[in-house]
């Protein structure tokens, strides 16, 4: 049955929930890095080793550490262990450090590690969050390693430093430089999308599919990047912030309007705001919305384990 | 003659760290917010003026922790735990701040404070400043540019997706591809700003 679960987690993480062709998650090193598939590789190696043993140690103290402060101390856990990555990288592998640069303790803000400790590691047992961590990590290292391949290939005509292309191809220098990524993303979200609609008019279920950083954020770690905040076609996701802009945006009398549809439309979510005067506060109903979103994901996933665990 | 050399020395610093090296367009920080927040280009602006608040404010007291604390103590191998608590803790203290004291500013700011905490170009430029090794007035303007180049970023792309918002676009390109597309391109523009220096 152990075996079972591991392995679900490593299919998991690799391609049913692949943090970057399907969530979508932790795209400023995905663009940043990937200017060669061996700089991608290192990046998702460094990301996965922060992952899984982040993720193990959150999942042992995830009943010590109370839920309100759950978040800086997740931001405690996952600097430390960038920082001892960060000087393993420096003693043993220097080349691959200056490459990776500033974007080595940047991967504290990845989304992906933030997002798996919030709706994984923080309500499951440890070798399971530890797998669900190396699951993630390869994946993102897999997407990285491609999408590092795909643009040197393109860029340079080579594919780890050997090269592929024919003699006689001119190099499109602008894909290893900012500009490819970008166009390089593009691509890959368009297919992304395509391939989401043709499953939805086949009738499956492409919810969890995301479309780019700004549409997946209750499983991201970062609260900053969102469309959701501000896009009016995709209202209640976070009616507190959609409520504040729309009373900072929108004329007085629209605004009373605009509140009585709220509240028409979630009463209780309402109460809320209105009693949440401050921002501070606001932010912590974000999160908490937020959480509820996240442990109602999680909530089958545990329940899940937990009649593993009876077979067991 | 000194001041004169180091004021066109930060001349050149402002102008390299926000057009030249844009932090979006050439660094790939802060994209959430740049993709996310860049619909409108009223938001867009709001988004901006708080970034540039919290980076330059950011910087400072990054940069005073590092030089009075964490160098005498010898522990500057914390600094990415460090500045990461610190600027989740600044961007708090600042909103408190802000709504006792400048309400006016608070209500300009206040909805997109608590957004950029994890905004990753804050601590980047914190790390930035560490490892080019600027003292603290450097590494504020740094700051300050780098926030200057964010906002002119965000600002322009917004202006364009407002442009498109009605256009004909092919079905899986809608959304988010089209506007990774935009941003390619004035990734290609602004490269141009590297004849500069």
Known sequence: MKEKRVAERLFNGLIKENPTFVLMLGMCPTLAVTTSAMNGLGMGLTTTVVLALSNLIISLLRKFIPNRVRIPAFIVIVASFVTMVQLLLEAYLPALNTALGVYIPLIVVNCIILGRAESFAYHNPPLPSLFDGIGMGLGFSVALTLIGAVRELLGVGEVFGYRVMPQGYTPINIFVLAPGAFFVLAALVAIQNFIKKKAAAKGKDVSKVGSGCSEDCTNCGEKGCSKRFYDADAPGKNPVINEAVAIKTVEPEKTAEAEKTAEAEKTAEAEITAEAESTAEAKKTAEADNTAVVESEAAPIEEEIKEDDKNE | ?197
């Open chain 2, 1 to 197: 003659m000194n001041n004169i050399s180091s004021i066109r020395d930060l001349f050149i610093l402002l102008v390299g760290s926000s057009l030249v090296s844009n932090v979006v367009l050439s660094q790939f920080l802060g994209l959430c917010p740049f993709l996310g927040v860049s619909k409108k280009i009223k938001t867009a602006a709001g988004m901006g003026a708080a970034v540039i608040f919290v980076i330059t404010l950011a910087s400072a007291v990054a940069g005073v922790i590092y030089k009075f604390i964490l160098v005498p103590f010898n522990i500057t191998y914390l600094q990415t735990i460090v500045f990461i608590l610190v600027i989740a803790a600044l961007v708090q203290f600042v909103e408190m701040f802000l709504k006792k004291v400048i309400p006016s500013l608070y209500e300009a700011l206040g909805v997109y404070l608590p957004l950029i905490t994890t905004n990753c170009a804050v601590l980047g430029v914190a790390l930035t400043n560490v490892q080019k090794e600027y003292g603290i007035g450097t590494g504020v303007v740094n700051g300050f540019a780098t926030a200057l180049g964010f906002t002119i970023a965000i600002v322009i792309l917004a202006g364009i997706r407002e442009k498109m918002e009605y256009n004909d676009i092919p079905e899986s390109f809608k959304g988010m591809p089209s506007v990774l597309l935009t941003a390619g391109l004035m990734a290609i523009a602004f490269c141009g700003f590297s004849g500069l220096l």
